[in-house]
């Protein structure tokens, strides 16, 4: 099982044996393509899922890969209008090549690069994360039971 992530195209495919056999909108960094620590762009190349998060969690909001205790609703997105929010799961990345995507000031994984869930109101198949890949969070939580841990992920 291989995840390809498609910057031009903002979908994120799921491949069984080479066969794409489902596709999400997805939402990657409003700036742009980079592996640059502090750069808030989406880092390219090949990537594994390091880690898996939050299994069960309804709706939940994260922060520092920690549930808050809080169920994200409207009222708490006015109360908090500048959060970044990090919703219902996380697959943690971690870059699988040296001096591009892993170690020095371009480890991924040191950036905190996620697939993660997104409140329904942020618009897919567009650009507007900080560097994360973000999806609805009803396709989030069905990804997230389909991939083990150590599944490949390829952005490009």
Not at 63 to 83: F, K, M, Q, V, W
Not at 136 to 152: H, K, R, S
């Amino acid at each position: 099982m291989t995840l390809r992530v498609s910057l031009a195209t903002q979908t994120l495919a799921l491949l069984r044996a080479g066969v794409v056999t489902k596709t999400y909108s997805v939402s990657t960094s409003k700036h742009g393509a980079g592996e640059l620590q502090g750069s808030f762009k989406t880092p390219r190349g090949r990537h594994v899922v390091r880690a898996k998060i939050g299994a069960g969690a309804p709706n939940a909001v994260f922060r520092g890969r920690r549930l808050t205790g809080e169920i994200y609703s409207e009222e708490l997105r006015r109360a908090n209008p500048d959060r970044d929010w990090i919703l219902t799961r996380i697959l943690w990345l971690s870059g699988k090549e040296i001096g591009k995507n892993r170690l020095g000031s371009v480890d991924t994984m040191r950036r905190y690069i996620y697939i993660h869930g997104a409140p329904d109101s942020e618009p897919m198949g567009v650009p507007g994360s900080i560097g994360c890949i973000r999806m609805a969070n009803g396709d989030l939580a069905e990804l997230f039971d389909l991939v083990p841990a150590g599944t490949v992920v390829d952005i490009a």
